[in-house]
């Protein structure tokens, strides 16, 4: 999704006001809602008392690379945000709203399918779109510092296939960061990250939320 000039800086200047029937979900330091002026977007806001170094971070490089050129990408395969709002509970932060294609409802995490056996979507299909989501990542330099099922989300697609696009947890905090300029180090680190975390595969996966 691409939002032009105009529609950004508006979205920065406008004062969102934020029910709670637009609740999504919530994460370890934010509440995610809808953005109640544009369907395509969600804001991102900070639980009170909850004060991160990494969080901002976390923020920070999300603008950071949600500038780069997405047209050169096989899929958005990471949530862009689009910078700091103002809303009734406080300070926001906007990012693109990830839905199904079919259904236009929020799409559902990994995680979900992971643990729920009443759907169509086999563990080879998400290893495929996992491993294609990993080979993305290190091909355009993309950190995240935690790639939990939970933090990606799992975007069916009019003919069902499914791309997975990762919602929270980018970054790194590499003092000399060579893995933004690197594909080599950058791929290097992903699979580090992997490997120390037990996600090189689906049933790994899902065993470790079981055991939760």
Not at 17 to 42: M, S, V, W
Request: with cysteine.
């Amino acid at each position: 999704m691409c939002i032009g000039k105009k529609l950004k800086n508006l979205i920065k200047k406008i004062m969102v006001n934020i029910q709670e029937n637009d609740f999504i979900a919530e994460g370890l330091y934010q509440k995610c809602y809808r953005h109640p002026k544009n369907t395509n977007l969600c804001v991102k806001i900070e639980k009170k008392d909850i004060k991160q170094p990494r969080l901002e971070n976390e923020i920070n490089y999300s603008i950071k690379v949600s500038k780069k050129k997405w047209a050169k990408f096989e899929y958005p395969f990471y949530s862009k945000c689009y910078g700091a709002i103002e809303t009734n509970l406080g300070k926001g932060y906007v990012f693109d709203l990830i839905t199904d294609e079919d259904t236009h409802q929020v799409s559902k995490t990994m995680n979900y399918y992971l643990l729920n056996s009443n759907h169509q979507i086999t563990d080879l299909e998400l290893q495929t779109a996992f491993d294609k989501l990993i080979s993305l990542m290190a091909k355009h330099r993309i950190i995240a510092n935690d790639l939990w099922s939970t933090n990606i989300c799992c975007k069916i697609l009019k003919d069902k296939s499914i791309q997975l696009i990762i919602i929270d947890g980018l970054g790194h905090r590499d003092f000399l960061p060579l893995v933004d300029w690197f594909s080599f180090f950058a791929k290097k680190k992903i699979n580090r990250r992997i490997i120390k975390h037990g996600l090189t595969d689906m049933d790994t996966q899902r065993k470790k939320y079981l055991k939760q």
